[in-house]
């Protein structure tokens, strides 16, 4: 790898270690029955790579809990013909308590049980949860703010309908200012009963999401406002409804789509990904076990880690196939994947890895409803000038109602709070009726040497 090669220094791995150590001791206190390490797990892996070893899971922490995981919860089970029902019907509701931090919050939550697509077209359930504030809104229906989480993992015990419960949700913070202003927020599982992302399928769920929502009748929302926000994993999950909205959901009508941090050319961003990166830019890494680990459920014959990967990488996907993303970043950051494919495969030589890659760009579909996307000017883990701007360009040549800003500020979580703060405003705005404001292209690079990683 030349210049580009990392060996983390003696503070990273202590770093590494720590949390390592006490993600094991939070997990173990609380469920001393946490599974041992899988003996069949790599026992150690090469001195330039991240040495943590195999970590707890959070779902088998879930499990251990009093409310049951989705994998074991009757409540989500498809019915016996889920073709038997339209795109975004109700199959089955129930109302449940949210909670922060595991404290009961004062909420009104319904979830809803409905029909969806997969990538492929075949029918799938799926669920989406609707939380309504105790304030009054007069003169209008109550606005809707879909929020979509960046969910990112491979493990039904890690999406939103169960961490809303458990008090786990991750962006709740974020959440609770569209409460405070009396909207509605509907947080819907938009990866699925099989927790696929970046595909088109997490469009279709979102916009059957909102379906459902004003196909509730005692909810009181079918002629309220609806606009899109979400970050990361769940800017693609945005991005991707309203991208499908004019061919999929002709019926949903969007004020607007806040969202950013989201990788737009997979290719790129696999490529980026893969490989081993310098410095913090290594962490990247881990993106591209999640997704393959994601994509082998939907592509089984292109992602085939048998067929592409050598047995310890087969090992680390396995491990990587039921964990949230807390516990799977840790474990694939700077752990390039480029290390583990079998002798004579790599990225460029799969092109059916390629075309489902490229297929589930962003670029293949524009939207057609106003936008206002941010992305951070240097970000490790999906960098902007090759992953994001083309595919930007490419939405502003083609006309979209678009407002783009690079937020000249460093870092992926950094942007998800910086940018979320113009974000929040801006669907606020568009949900009272207020204009989207004009389009603009800020799509300034930073001043960073040329090719430096993340930029």
Known sequence: MGSN?????????????????????ALTAVNPAVAPADPTFPPSFPPDQNQLPQLPREPDLYH????????????????????????????????????????????????????????????????????????????????????????????????????????????????TYWLAQG???????????????????????????????KNDPTLGLHDSGVALYGYSGGGSGSIRAAALRATYAPDVHLLGTAFGGAPADLVAQARYATVRQPGVTGISNFTMWLGFAGLAREYPDVFDAKKLLTPAGQEIIADMSDRCVYTAALTGMWRPIDDYFQPGQSLESSPAVLRVLRDNSLDAHIPDSPLLWFHGAWDELIPPSTVVLPVVHKYHDAGADLRFITVPLPEHITNAVVGWLPAQAWISAVLRGLPPGPRFMLDYRAPLPAGFPGS
């Open 5 to 25: 090669s990392f060996r983390p220094g003696r503070t990273a791995r202590r770093s590494l270690a720590s949390l390592a150590i006490g993600l094991t001791l």
């Open 64 to 175: 251990a809990l009093p409310i049951a995981t989705p994998d074991a919860d009757p409540w989500y089970r498809p019915p016996q013909d889920p073709a038997a029902y339209r795109p975004g019907q109700i199959v089955r509701t129930r109302e449940v308590q949210t909670r922060l931090v595991g404290i009961p919050f004062p909420v009104y939550t319904k979830q809803l049980l409905y029909r969806s697509e997969d990538v492929h077209g075949d029918p799938i359930v799926t669920a989406t949860s609707v939380i309504v504030p105790g304030i009054p809104w007069v003169g209008s229906a109550r606005p809707v703010v879909s929020f979509q989480e960046a969910i990112d993992s491979t493990d039904s015990a890690c999406n939103p309908s169960h961490t809303l419960q458990l008090g786990t949700f991750k962006e709740a913070a974020l959440a």
């Open 183 to 213: 909207f509605a927020i509907n947080v819907p599982d938009f990866d699925g009963e099989f927790n696929t992302f970046s595909t088109w399928d997490e469009g279709k769920m979102v916009l059957d999401s909102i379906r459902a929502v």
